[in-house]
């Protein structure tokens, strides 16, 4: 379709979208569980589908598919249809004695009009997550899917198309134009998922319109592997978190921090799991079906610069390094003997390479994460729990979890996101509920009664002694 054509038809959905949204304020949790079950039904009989558009585009494996991308959006639904009637109750608020004789209580209504920018890398997780909240708050949505991800991008616009309206949510495809012009409408609120580089740009563009944002970024997440820990279960998390997905998640380990005498046993034990999980029959990890690819070649690129510098500037290969253009096959990669002038431990790797930093004390672990931006996760493995309160109590992050990577992304109890170059804002669960919601203040006062009418002017004598009453007792 002609750009302008595009164009012309964003303006169009936008337009029926804020009317609608006006409409959708008056929603009941019925009308909104209703589109959230049908989205649920959908995906149940479309599973097949979803799997074979996704491993179509990076050959991600359908077990991954299912834990990663299905179950993470199924298991949000039914959480929040569960819960969504309660979330939808105003909350009554205590008052103090300045405000006797009033009542308040916390409403909670939907920002309105809403834009979801989805990533690549979990490309229907991603984008449809956010519309779970989106619904369950009461906003309508626009979804822009990935480019890099055709084929999951094309699904997700023919499942929308065929549960919604476009007043209500709607799927525009293309490249960073599109995402452009729909950044320029006045949204009321808008759900980025990428990079903190493109974040900022997201950011700059939400202030023209004053829009709301929840900002899901990614950064350095590190895993610091104490002295004082079981070496073949950190060593089977670590490579787990590290490289489902072919590292390509923004809350994997980006790096890893591990204490200078257990340095050698923990490589090692890295390398087992490695050939343990994709390479059990010694055919080749590019031969395993478990292991997924790059996306493009532009990123197998990138992260063939990534290596090629830390291996110039004097890198250890320990595992892995091999690379096949032809099929975007990064091979796990475990390095040691890196330094800081290298290019993989100051830029965010979102791949399948993972570098090892040696620490003589815990407070050296800590300076080396507070000395870089605050990552979106951090994980620590201990069996000692001063040093976990310790590195939890003096380092931040957006989330963090003991003895295990990334699996906190499952808890719907939990918040995610990330904090100032990591995200802003939270979402999953009731806390994804509330990013679309304005937790509107209201207070109910008696017709002819006030607490405050002694201090409006003139002011007098009692209304001194009022003022003075009020300070000393409140």
């Known amino acids: 379709m002609d750009e302008s ?9 936008f337009s029926l979208q804020k009317s609608n949204s006006i409409r959708l304020r008056e929603s009941t949790s019925d009308y909104r569980i209703k589109q959230l079950e049908n989205l649920l039904d959908w995906i149940k009989t479309h599973l097949d589908d ?138 009321d609120h808008i759900f980025f998922t990428g990079s903190p580089n493109v974040g900022k740009i997201i950011m700059k563009a939400a202030a023209e319109n004053l829009s709301s944002v929840t900002l899901e970024l990614g950064g350095k997440s590190p895993a610091i592997i104490d002295k004082d820990v079981d070496l073949l279960d950190a060593a089977s998390k670590v490579i787990w978190g590290k490289f489902v997905n072919c590292g390509q998640t923004c809350i994997a380990p980006d790096y890893v921090l591990v204490h200078q005498d257990i340095q050698l046993p923990f490589v090692n034990a890295l390398n087992d799991e490695i050939t343990k999980m994709y390479n059990p029959k010694n055919k080749g990890i590019e031969h395993s079906n478990d292991y997924a690819r790059i996306v493009n070649d532009k990123h197998l690129v990138r992260l063939n610069s990534l290596l090629s510098d830390a291996i110039s500037k004097g890198a250890k290969v320990e595992f892995g390094g091999k690379i096949n253009v032809n099929e975007n096959f990064f091979e796990p990669t475990i390095l040691t003997e890196v330094s800081e002038n290298m290019d993989v431990l100051n830029e965010e790797i979102f791949g399948p390479i993972l570098p090892i930093v040696n620490y003589v004390d815990i407070h050296e672990a800590i300076r080396f994460v507070n000395s870089k931006p605050k990552p979106l996760a951090l994980y620590v493995f201990s069996n000692n729990e001063n040093s976990i309160n310790t590195i939890l109590n003096k380092t931040s992050s957006g989330g963090a979890v003991t003895n295990d990577c990334v699996i906190h992304f499952l808890h719907h109890e939990l918040p995610f996101g990330g904090i100032n170059n990591s995200g802003i804002g939270k979402a999953h669960g009731h806390h994804g509920f509330l990013a679309f919601s304005n937790e509107k203040a209201v207070l109910k006062q008696r017709v002819g009664l006030t607490s405050s009418k002694s201090l409006y002017p003139p002011y007098g004598f009692t209304g001194k002694k009022i003022t003075s009453f009020l300070l000393k007792w409140f």
């Open 50 to 187: 979803i799997r074979k558009a996704i491993h179509a585009d990076f050959k991600k494996p359908y077990s991954e598919i299912d834990i990663s991308e299905i179950f993470t959006v199924t298991s949000e639904i039914k959480y929040v249809i569960k819960n969504l009637n309660d979330w939808m109750e105003p909350k009554k608020v205590s008052r103090s004695l300045a405000l006797l004789g009033t009542s308040s209580y916390i409403q909670y209504e939907p920002k309105g009009t809403s834009l979801i920018i989805a990533p690549w890398n979990y490309p229907f997780n991603l984008a449809i997550g956010p519309l779970v909240s989106a619904l369950a708050a009461g906003c309508t949505a626009i979804i822009k899917p990935s480019e890099m991800t055709p084929h999951a991008s094309a699904l997700i616009r023919r499942m929308i198309e065929e549960l919604y309206e476009p007043d209500t949510v709607a799927v525009f495809e293309g490249e960073v134009e599109i995402s452009q012009y729909l950044l320029s409408k006045p949204f």
């Open 5 to 13: 054509l595009i164009e012309l038809e964003i303006s169009k959905t």
